[in-house]
């Protein structure tokens, strides 16, 4: 899954910059700080899934048969959208991922922080940490800061189909990479003011900071039952 997530953020990408390996890994390290200064398993689950997702939702809206504004890694959602519900807690002038971007790395593109910060995730939490994107990195994504419809384009809950229109049909993935993308659903927890579904896809906050296949084998090897996770907005979910 970590190979088809840096395939996506590199979307948007014009060539204007080589690779700076101390910024990367420099921004690896603040990322780290960062982490180790959340003094619990809940929220620092919250913060490892909550980067990821923002990197996420950003490639999500892009659209491979809109040649007038495809988007993608542009930096730019829709921050009142109920799509984006909560993110707020990972990019806002408050956030210490906000506040490390302006006051240390505003010279490069909010894109490519917010790819090169995913990337950082997918690496410390990764098993010995041994997922080292560098690689697949490029710099010069170009950043925006208005994205009309952007939300509209993110997979919603409502159905399977949804992973089909959105990753295959519009992002151009084939079902692999789409299994693989949501494989990073290990990583993090819902909660239900955002997003109306509370809990982690894996049995503990401790293991919702390793970035591992332990998500689909949760799906396999558990008997799931439908809950009542809403009831204004009616929603369920499985435990």
Known sequence: SACAFALLVASSVSAQACVDLDRYYGIHHDIAVIAAEIDNANDRAHFFGGVLRLAAHDFMDYDQTDSQDPMGMDGCLDWNSLSNAGLSSIWSEDSEL???????HSDISRPDFWVIAANAVIRQTSVDNDLDLINTFYWG?????????????????????????????RMGLKWKDAVALLGAHTLGRGHSEFSGHHGQWVPNNRLAQVFDKQYYQELVSRAWSPRQASINPPLQDFT
């Open 98 to 104: 906000h506040r490390l971007y302006d006051d240390k």
């Open 141 to 169: 994504r170009e950043e925006r800061d208005v994205c009309p419809g952007s939300a509209a384009r993110l997979p919603t809950t409502e159905n399977c189909q949804q992973v089909e229109g959105v990753f295959l049909e």
